[in-house]
C-alpha cells in the first residue's frame, strides 16, 4: 500500500473535526478505491484523472473528500443521495472504475475484534482501523458515463430562466410548455421567498 493510512487518518480528523467510525471507513475505503483504479497521487500528478461518486452525505464523505481531494467545488465529487455508505472511484484516464461499498456486517464484527471496548462507536472506530479489506467492504467493479456537463472545467452553457430571471450553468435549465425554466421554477424549490 503506497498510501500511509496513519497520516491520511490524522488529515481527515483535522478537517473533519474529530476521530469516529465514518474517518476511519473513509479512508480506508479510499485508499482501496485508488488502489483499485490506479491511482497513486490523488492531489498530485492524478488530480486531473479522478472523480468519486458519494452515496452519502454523512461523517465518511468527510474522509473520502480529504483523501481523494475530490471535491464538489472541483467538480470532481458527486453527490448521489442515496443514503448508502458507498462510492465510485473512477480513472478518467483508464476508464477503470470500482464501487465500493461498506459491509453491513462490519458493524458487529468490530465489537468481536474489541469485546472489552464497551462503547459500539469506539470499538467500531478501533476495529476499521485494522480490519482486512474484505471484511470492511464489498468492490465491484462498474462503468460509469459521466455527461460532458457534469465534467470539470468551464460552463458549457449559461441561460437566463423565463420565469425568474436567475442564470442557470451547465445545462440544469428545463423546457417546459415551451418556456425554459431553472428547476425551481419548474419543480417547485427548497425554499419559500418571505
Ligand atoms: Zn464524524
Ligand atoms: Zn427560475
Redesign the pocket.
Known amino acids: 500500500m503506497s498510501f500511509d493510512f496513519k497520516s491520511l487518518l490524522e488529515e481527515s480528523v483535522r478537517v473533519?473535526?474529530?476521530?469516529?467510525?465514518?474517518?476511519v471507513l473513509g479512508v480506508r475505503m479510499s485508499i482501496l478505491g485508488l488502489n483499485e483504479i490506479g491511482i497513486k497521487e490523488p492531489k498530485g500528478k492524478d488530480r486531473k484523472n479522478l472523480i468519486v461518486f458519494i452515496e452519502i452525505d454523512?461523517?465518511a464523505t468527510?474522509a473520502v473528500q480529504s483523501v481523494t481531494g475530490c471535491s464538489l467545488g472541483h467538480r470532481t465529487m458527486k453527490f448521489m443521495d442515496y443514503g448508502k455508505m458507498a462510492a465510485a472511484f473512477i480513472n478518467l484516464k483508464t476508464k477503470k472504475a470500482v464501487r465500493i461499498l461498506a459491509k453491513e456486517e462490519a458493524r458487529d464484527k468490530a465489537k468481536e475484534y474489541f469485546p472489552h471496548i464497551e462503547d459500539k462507536y469506539e470499538a467500531q472506530t478501533q476495529a476499521y482501523k485494522i480490519m482486512p479489506d474484505n471484511e470492511l467492504f464489498d468492490v465491484m467493479e462498474v462503468e460509469v458515463n459521466i455527461k460532458s456537463e457534469d465534467m470539470p472545467g468551464k460552463p458549457l452553457k449559461r441561460i437566463k430562466c423565463d420565469m425568474c430571471g436567475e442564470y442557470v450553468q451547465d445545462m440544469r435549465e428545463v423546457e417546459k410548455n415551451g418556456r425554459i425554466l431553472c428547476k425551481l421554477c419548474a419543480y417547485g424549490g427548497y425554499y419559500t421567498a418571505k
Not at 16 to 23: A, E, I
Open positions: 473533519h473535526g474529530h476521530l469516529c467510525p465514518g474517518q454523512r461523517c468527510d
